[in-house]
């Protein structure tokens, strides 16, 4: 069998909704642990050492996506995990912004200083270590509800948006300057390496979106519009990532300049609706559901891949194969070879 070279170029021309010579694959996210296990070395625990532990665990990275037959090797570093106060995205508290006075308080400041401090050591082992023909893609992660939910808390954020609207709308336009300018000085360091930028922003659930579809055009499409725009005019394509039941706003996000949106669950849509609707606009990627990795044997797994994976690069303009939002590391290794190899098999085919 030929020897697989990456091109990063292919996944540039899924993002511009072409059908490029050999489908690509890709993944949001890929737990190293499940690395770990299928490379048979320890190495997820190196990314908090040194200078010489980072690039260790950047070789053993990278070298999984190129062995996994990847393009471009995904990885992004979190604001909200850099946030003071953080917590609340995770359910259960309120957040440090409940009120003006939090508000007007907050240290809105140092979060680029902390995010810069904490990314640049890992975005220079990534350059060190990525292999000839691949680049980036991800890069700065969470998203402007996202970020919302941890600096006030899901829950809360309806308090807030009745009792002082005001403060709801200055909140939004504060986490859009505030992504912005992290993302600015990201993007004038590392735009040679980031071939893709994304934003992954969850808005929705089994059955709608998770605030309504009024206040996410009011509040939320102006900072995707102003987010989508600061990247393209890098000249870089941009993929939204979002969770759930979103129909309502699709529309809305599309306007926004995304280029690719990726995240699907049979429960909501087959994927071939989100082809029928949208592939005619943006690119797709993903199309097999994580309960499919997660619940089916790894023949199955194998079946059902090849067979859907290629109907969906036989009826999708641009489209990159991989799961439906992730590889966490409760997905057994087993599965997630199988769909690796049936995408290797649709390939063979073309």
């Known amino acids: 069998m030929?020897?697989?070279e990456p091109d990063y170029r292919y996944m540039l021309q899924v993002m511009a909704n072409g059908k490029p010579a050999r489908m690509p694959v890709y993944e949001h996210i890929i737990?190293?642990?499940v690395m770990e296990k299928i490379l048979d070395v320890s190495f997820a625990e190196l990314i908090d050492g040194d200078e010489k532990d980072r690039n260790e665990f950047f070789k053993h990275y990278c070298r999984f996506f190129k062995e996994m037959t990847y393009d471009t090797?995904?990885?992004e570093m979190l604001i909200v995990d850099l946030l003071p106060g953080h917590g609340a995205i995770f359910g259960g508290c309120a957040g440090p912004i409940q009120n003006r006075s939090d508000f007007e308080a907050y240290s809105w400041e140092d979060i680029p200083r902390l995010f810069r401090e904490k990314s640049v050591p890992c975005f220079d082992a990534l350059r060190n270590n990525i292999p000839d023909g691949m680049k980036a893609l991800g890069g700065v992660g969470n998203g402007v509800f996202e970020i919302s939910e941890d600096l006030v808390g899901y829950e809360?954020?309806?308090?807030?948006m009745l009792d002082d609207p005001e403060l709801f709308r200055d909140l939004y336009v504060k986490i859009g300057d505030l992504i912005l300018e992290i993302r600015h000085n990201f993007l004038e360091d590392y735009n040679d390496l980031f071939a893709i930028c994304r934003m992954g922003d969850d808005l929705g659930f089994k059955t709608s979106t998770l605030i309504s579809p009024e206040n996410i055009r009011e509040h939320i499409i102006p900072q995707?519009?102003?987010i989508a725009g600061q990247v393209k005019s890098f000249g870089i394509p941009f993929?939204?990532?979002s969770c759930g039941n979103i129909f309502d706003v699709m529309d809305d996000v599309i306007a926004?300049?995304?280029n690719a949106k990726h995240s699907n669950e049979d429960a909501v849509a087959p994927f071939d609706t989100w082809i029928e609707r949208y592939n005619d606009r943006i690119a797709l990627l993903g199309g097999i559901d994580v309960d499919i990795l997660c619940r089916e044997t790894p023949?199955?797994?194998f079946d059902i891949v090849y067979e859907r994976g290629k109907r969906f690069r036989d009826t999708a303009k641009g489209y990159a194969l991989g799961s439906g939002n992730s590889i966490p590391d409760y997905i057994p290794p087993e599965t997630y070879l199988a769909m690796i190899e049936a995408a290797k098999k649709i390939r063979e085919t073309e």
């Open 2 to 4: 030929k020897t697989f």
């Open 31 to 33: 737990d190293p642990v």
């Open 73 to 75: 090797v995904s990885f």
């Open 156 to 160: 809360y954020l309806s308090y807030m």
């Open 224 to 226: 995707y519009k102003r």
């Open 239 to 241: 993929l939204w990532h």
């Open 256 to 258: 926004t300049g995304i």
């Open 299 to 301: 023949e199955n797994v």
